[in-house]
């Protein structure tokens, strides 16, 4: 049940009191309870700022960890595509054995350096497979596969990294004249 028509008017008359008080507004008991107000929140002051180095500690790392991962991605590439030209270049005709190695020194060492072109191989392997058929050689001469190997550092931090992290294969198939 609602109060009766006096309780209401008296509700508004005390609100019109109040409101005619607002226009000659005494301060003081506002900067009171802002003040009381900030001691209740004492433990949270400063959090903001932690809250900032955390987050911003969290996303440095998370994104040097990315950029790390995009380098060593690329380092393995390099090596691959490095590793596979070589072992094109050594196969084709007329080319002595090393010369695959040599060409993919060059291009290892141009593009990411030196340190990553120290342990490169290359090998030549004959097969017991024909060129056209694919079958067994009979009477013909078998195919010839050149491997070119490199061994390189992985990357852990910017290009420093463990010795030996990555092995890469490049191969190619000799050319042969006159067949």
């Known amino acids: 049940m609602r109060g009766s028509r006096g309780s209401d008017t008296g509700r508004r008359r005390g609100r019109e009191r109040d409101h005619g008080r607002d226009r000659g507004h005494d301060h003081t008991r506002d ?12 433990h949270e002051r400063g959090s903001a700022v932690v809250d900032f180095v955390l987050v911003g500690t969290l996303l440095t790392v998370l994104t040097l ?21 070589g072992a094109r ?57 050149v491997t070119v190997t490199v061994r390189a550092p992985l990357p852990v931090v910017g290009l420093i990294g463990a010795p030996g992290g990555i092995t890469v294969h490049g191969h190619g198939v000799m050319e042969s004249l006159g067949d």
């Open 65 to 85: 960890a990315v950029m790390q991962f995009g380098l060593d991605l690329l380092v393995r590439n390099t090596l691959l595509d490095a590793a596979a030209e």
């Open 31 to 42: 900067r009171d309870h802002a003040r009381d107000h900030d001691h209740t929140h004492d």
């Open 89 to 145: 270049y050594g196969s084709l005709a007329g080319s002595a054995p090393g010369d695959g190695a040599r060409r993919t020194r060059e291009l290892i060492t141009t593009a990411i350096g030196g340190g990553y072109a120290r342990d490169v191989s290359e090998s030549r392997a004959a097969t017991s497979l024909t060129p056209r058929s694919g079958a067994p050689a009979a009477g013909r001469s078998p195919l010839t596969i």
